[in-house]
């Protein structure tokens, strides 16, 4: 038996009027950014085109037909610019809505006949067929920035959508699918429609998973990162540490000389400066996958990945110059913070990550005696003074 087209219409425009709902009842709790807006109103949208449409030959023609592929066309257009707004890409919303109505002008204009019904689909479904693709590309942006893998899932079925209409636009350039009457007699098109009610419905699912997963990440980055300077706490290092194995790594451990007194003399909130800036200038120099963690107060870690301690002393001294000219630049200091540092390394065999702390340890008091604003290694073949 045929399906019902004009009845799959009206349950793609209650599929999609309750999924609005739910998710303007979501932007309304304040737990979520302003995306759950837009892909609120964007499922409206498309429930009532959806809706209006299903209403073929029962209202006139320029509600059904016009009204309802104009609305269905804003709101595919309107998940392009949710998905943006996620990704804190966000468009100029007087530049998008202009987009909207350029978009939406050919639908009058060009194939606003109620008998050129396969004109209409066609030029409907390359619409859609293009925004879909402008999803999954923009998806496919958010699983290589946040790696959110259930953004993988959104971008499958946003490809899958961009099928669909790419095979309904071709149906409909043959004359395939579409007039006189496109609630008449075409399986495949009927099929579709089944079709679109599911991936409406799945892709709903995956932007709630996708919010799931960067607000876990979310939980976990403040659970593992010291929240002033943005570098890794102990519990962070400590989660970094195995994946070190027994590769062979060097270890700064940076002291902040004068702290305390620059505390005194210039408040709590110009430390805090301070500690920003020592952070800033460290990620500056030191490579993506070395890591640098902040133990407390002003000492710092270093952890840097295959590197010698000849080479990790060279880079303590980078740091230091670069962070001694950084201080000189800030303005209305009296106190001007320098760094002493321990170096240390492990070579192939590895070691226990304690000892080599150990090291570093009495390399970094060696640097203090001697003066402060320093480097000190510790080498396997001298004890420490």
């Given at each position: 038996?045929?399906?019902?087209?004009?009845?799959?219409?009206?349950?793609?425009?209650?599929?999609?009027?309750?999924?609005?709902?739910?998710?303007?009842?979501?932007?309304?709790?304040?737990?979520?950014?302003?995306?759950?807006?837009?892909?609120?109103?964007?499922?409206?949208?498309?429930?009532?085109?959806?809706?209006?449409?299903?209403?073929?030959?029962?209202?006139?023609?320029?509600?059904?037909?016009?009204?309802?592929?104009?609305?269905?066309?804003?709101?595919?257009?309107?998940?392009?610019?949710?998905?943006?707004?996620?990704?804190g890409r966000a468009l100029d919303q007087r530049t998008f809505w202009l987009a909207i109505v350029l978009v939406s002008v050919p639908v009058v204009l060009i194939v606003s006949d109620p008998s050129a019904v396969s004109a209409r689909l066609l030029y409907v479904s390359v619409i859609c067929c293009l925004c879909d693709l402008a999803v999954a590309r923009e998806a496919i942006g958010i699983v290589r920035r946040e790696r959110l893998y259930s953004a993988a899932l959104l971008v499958g079925l946003y490809v899958c959508t961009a099928?669909?209409?790419?095979?309904?636009?071709?149906?409909?350039?043959?004359?395939?699918?579409?007039?006189?009457?496109?609630?008449?007699?075409?399986?495949?098109?009927?099929?579709?429609?089944?079709?679109?009610?599911?991936?409406?419905?799945?892709?709903?699912?995956?932007?709630?998973?996708?919010?799931?997963?960067?607000?876990?990440?979310?939980?976990?980055?403040?659970?593992?990162?010291?929240?002033?300077?943005?570098?890794?706490?102990?519990?962070?290092?400590?989660?970094?540490?195995?994946?070190?194995?027994?590769?062979?790594?060097?270890?700064?451990?940076?002291?902040?000389?004068?702290?305390?007194?620059?505390?005194?003399?210039?408040?709590?909130?110009?430390?805090?400066?301070?500690?920003?800036?020592?952070?800033?200038?460290?990620?500056?120099?030191?490579?993506?996958?070395?890591?640098?963690?902040?133990?407390?107060?002003?000492?710092?870690?270093?952890?840097?990945?295959?590197?010698?301690?000849?080479?990790?002393?060279?880079?303590?001294?980078?740091?230091?110059?670069?962070?001694?000219?950084?201080?000189?630049?800030?303005?209305?200091?009296?106190?001007?913070?320098?760094?002493?540092?321990?170096?240390?390394?492990?070579?192939?065999?590895?070691?226990?990550?304690?000892?080599?702390?150990?090291?570093?340890?009495?390399?970094?008091?060696?640097?203090?005696?001697?003066?402060?604003?320093?480097?000190?290694?510790?080498?396997?073949?001298?004890?420490?003074?």
């Amino acid at each position: 038996m045929l399906l019902d087209l004009r009845t799959i219409y009206f349950i793609v425009a209650v599929s999609c009027f309750v999924l609005g709902i739910l998710q303007l009842a979501a932007y309304a709790t304040g737990r979520f950014e302003r995306w759950p807006l837009w892909w609120g109103l964007s499922n409206l949208l498309v429930g009532v085109g959806s809706f209006l449409v299903a209403l073929r030959n029962l209202v006139p023609t320029s509600v059904s037909i016009d009204g309802g592929n104009i609305v269905t066309i804003a709101g595919y257009m309107l998940m392009f610019f949710a998905v943006r707004v996620f990704s804190g890409r966000a468009l100029d919303q007087r530049t998008f809505w202009l987009a909207i109505v350029l978009v939406s002008v050919p639908v009058v204009l060009i194939v606003s006949d109620p008998s050129a019904v396969s004109a209409r689909l066609l030029y409907v479904s390359v619409i859609c067929c293009l925004c879909d693709l402008a999803v999954a590309r923009e998806a496919i942006g958010i699983v290589r920035r946040e790696r959110l893998y259930s953004a993988a899932l959104l971008v499958g079925l946003y490809v899958c959508t961009a099928a669909i209409f790419a095979v309904r636009s071709i149906l409909a350039a043959t004359g395939e699918i579409g007039g006189p009457d496109p609630f008449g007699s075409s399986a495949i098109h009927s099929w579709m429609a089944v079709s679109a009610v599911a991936f409406i419905m799945l892709r709903s699912m995956a932007m709630v998973l996708m919010a799931a997963e960067r607000s876990r990440n979310q939980l976990t980055e403040l659970a593992h990162h010291d929240p002033l300077t943005g570098a890794l706490n102990r519990g962070g290092l400590a989660q970094h540490l195995p994946a070190l194995g027994s590769q062979p790594v060097s270890l700064l451990i940076i002291d902040i000389d004068h702290f305390k007194q620059l505390n005194d003399r210039h408040g709590h909130a110009a430390g805090d400066d301070m500690l920003r800036l020592f952070a800033s200038v460290s990620r500056g120099i030191m490579r993506s996958d070395d890591l640098l963690a902040r133990q407390g107060g002003d000492e710092f870690l270093a952890v840097l990945r295959n590197v010698s301690c000849e080479d990790a002393v060279a880079i303590a001294e980078r740091i230091r110059l670069a962070f001694a000219a950084a201080v000189m630049q800030q303005p209305d200091l009296a106190i001007f913070p320098t760094l002493s540092i321990g170096v240390a390394a492990r070579g192939e065999r590895g070691g226990d990550f304690e000892r080599l702390m150990q090291k570093a340890d009495e390399a970094l008091y060696r640097s203090k005696r001697e003066g402060r604003n320093r480097v000190e290694a510790f080498w396997e073949n001298q004890q420490a003074a």
